[in-house]
């Protein structure tokens, strides 16, 4: 079975409508603030929309069903910590940043520490969206690869070219007006394939698929060893090491990236911003759920139906919709597919421009024009879009590698770098000077160095204290690091703290302020 006649065209009918969103917000989009951050006046639904759009990609659609057919449900039981991280984000610090920056969370830092903590913050989330944005395009190129045999490089370059033209056309806007479009074909797509499998007549009665996923132990939660051992397992994370890692994921990504801190900016009041960051991550629950327990069915099915599945269980989404889904709803969960990583992909894309123009190119060109930063931002988008695509090629699986999911979120902790310690020490401590930010980002890059080159899986080095824990941890770990380093060298070794420093702690919630000035420039 392939893309029939029908498919084709459900699927240039998406891109028509995408292309088509992106034309046409595109107009007014000639000054920077427009641009990066619609001028803060999207509604807030529309935000809860963006919102969950720039969480749910094809790492959701494609990845978290390939883990759950090979693994269960082990990464389920972390995303469940994301409603009570946006609890405290929604209260604190989305009203926070409306009131300290203007367009970059970075801002934040310059001005709590300087140009020196603001770049290694910048940088890092450069780094890890770069990476993100290469998962979104490798899951999404290996599902329209198994579909329909397309080269999966060639995926991967065109998926980021059209996504990075229609977001350098139309700003901010283009992305959160297309998100919503794309979030309604996502949730069709993912609801047509989970009927399909509970009614699935190759398997027998209807549900027939749910009673042998359990059975095949693929409704658990996986291993809840709670051991000193577990911590030095190199092949298994427990469902404790997953609920760690995730929880500091979730709380970097949310207080201190960019392409979430842009989310709390655009809209049109701090209520509505407050208000749609809770509700987007409700909306996203569900669905994770969904594409969970859709692959834990996916090997109830193959099992009950005595067929085999793909060799790589990554593919095993697209391997079902190619094999089982009839014309035309293939081409619709296709679309969904594509929506799913257009929507992730424009969202990074366009935070990195932001901080690619505002914390690097304003900062070495202040004099720079409105128009010259609006130009600045399209040429990143650009150069984002590519240098991801050539990342996604590196992570190509082979046949017995881990599902991309589980190396992602190893990848992931480690090019975080620190920034959740280093936001932690600015934001929750008065006490915080220049001199020892800088010292525990120093104590965290020697401390990151040496896990890396020295983590049995990949060694580098054998310097005989090396790092036996699993991998997973070295990026935790690096948080802790900076900020336990960091706080300590400024009761030592004292340091330059800004006058306001009061007003640039979590301390300052407790002051009333208008709803949402500009932000203040860099100290």
């Known amino acids: 079975m392939s893309l029939s006649p029908l ?43 963006t919102l969950m759009g720039t969480i749910i990609g094809t790492g959701t659609f494609v990845g978290h069903p390939g883990t759950s057919y090979q693994k269960g449900l082990i990464l389920l039981a972390p995303h469940m910590l994301l409603p009570i991280v946006l609890l405290f984000v929604a209260k604190f610090i989305v009203p926070f940043y409306r009131r300290v920056v203007r367009m970059s969370a970075y801002e934040y830092i310059g001005q709590r520490f300087g140009i020196g903590g603001r770049f290694y913050t910048s940088f890092g989330f450069l780094a890890d969206r770069t990476f993100d944005i290469g998962v979104t395009l490798l899951t999404t190129a290996l599902a329209v690869n198994v579909i329909t045999g397309w080269d999966i490089k060639l995926v991967i370059f065109g998926t980021a070219l059209f996504t ?34 509970l009614f699935a007549p190759e398997a027998g009665a209807p549900f027939a698929v749910v009673g042998e996923a359990w059975r095949g132990g693929r409704l658990t939660l996986g291993s809840t060893d709670f051991s000193w051992a577990s911590l030095f397992d190199q092949e298994n994370s427990t469902l404790w090491l997953f609920c760690l890692a995730y929880g500091v994921q979730w709380t970097r990504r949310y207080v201190t990236d960019q392409h979430l801190v842009q989310r709390y900016l655009i809209a049109r009041t701090d209520a509505e911003a407050s208000k749609a960051t809770f509700t987007g991550a409700m909306i996203c629950v569900p669905v994770f759920f969904t594409f969970m327990f859709i692959g834990a069915c996916l090997y109830g099915f193959f099992s009950l139906a005595r067929v085999p599945g793909p060799e790589m269980g990554d593919s095993v989404m697209p391997f079902f919709m190619i094999h089982y889904l009839p014309h035309g709803i293939l081409g619709l969960v296709v679309a969904a597919i594509m929506a799913a990583a257009m929507s992730t992909v424009s969202s990074d894309l366009n935070s990195v421009a932001t901080v690619a123009t505002t914390d690097y190119f304003t900062h070495f060109f202040p004099q720079s024009s409105d128009q010259a930063r609006v130009l600045c931002g399209r040429i990143m988008v650009l150069a984002g879009g590519v240098l991801a695509a050539c990342a996604a090629t590196m992570l190509i699986p082979s046949k017995g590698s881990a599902p991309v999911m589980e190396r992602a979120i190893i990848i992931a902790t480690i090019l975080s770098a620190g920034t959740l310690g280093l936001f932690a020490l600015g934001f929750g401590t008065r006490t915080a000077t220049r001199r020892g930010c800088y010292i525990g980002m120093a104590c965290c890059v020697l401390y990151m160095s040496w896990a890396i080159l020295t983590e049995p899986k990949n060694r580098v080095l054998d310097l005989g204290f090396n790092f036996e824990m699993n991998p997973i941890l070295i990026g935790v770990f690096g948080h802790l690091i900076l900020f336990g380093t960091g706080w300590l060298a400024s009761k030592l070794f004292g340091g330059y703290r800004p006058e306001n420093v009061e007003d640039l702690t979590f301390w300052s919630h407790k002051i009333k302020y208008p709803a949402s000035p500009a932000g203040p420039g860099e100290a």
């Not at 992305?175 to 069709?188: E, N, R, S």
Request: net charge positive.
């Open 164 to 197: 990075a033209a229609y977001t350098m056309m139309g700003g901010i806007k283009a992305v959160v007006w297309t998100d919503v479009a794309q979030g309604t074909v996502l949730i069709l797509g993912g609801t047509f394939v989970l009927l399909r499998l």
């Open 7 to 49: 498919d084709l065209i459900v699927l240039a009918m998406y891109f028509a409508l995408i292309a088509g969103i992106g034309v046409y917000v595109s107009r007014g989009q000639n000054t920077a603030a427009k641009f990066f951050i619609a001028g803060r006046g999207i509604p807030g639904w529309v935000v809860a929309f």
